[in-house]
């Protein structure tokens, strides 16, 4: 029971990080924008159809990619959308850090 006590610490402590905090914030300011929401919603599932076709070894066709990078800039010239992706990485980059704390401290990976 004691390691599901440290996980609910855990949780806390990111609750109570500026990263996670920023990320929330910007997450209540994207929703509120309806537009905004359902465009962020439309990248982020091209983001992930081309992502699923890479990740079984397809090459993405040029104008899927194309019209993505062109999604792309629309997005990130948009502050409150930027700012969202902005706050979602920084957070992602804390969960990736903890995750690798984590699996090297239980040193179960095949080297």
Known sequence: MYMYDQAHV??????????????KAQKEKLEQDETLKKMFTDYRTKQFEIQRVQLVGETV???KMQAFRQLHEV????????????AEY??????????????????????
């Open 75 to 86: 997005v990130v010239a948009n502050p409150v959308l930027k700012e969202f992706l902005e």
């Open 10 to 23: 855990l949780v806390k402590a990111i609750r109570e990080s500026e990263e996670y905090k920023l990320l």
């Open 61 to 63: 066709p040029d104008d």
């Open 90 to 111: 920084r957070f992602s980059t804390v969960m990736s850090d903890i995750q690798k704390i984590l699996v090297d401290g239980l040193d179960l990976m095949i080297d």
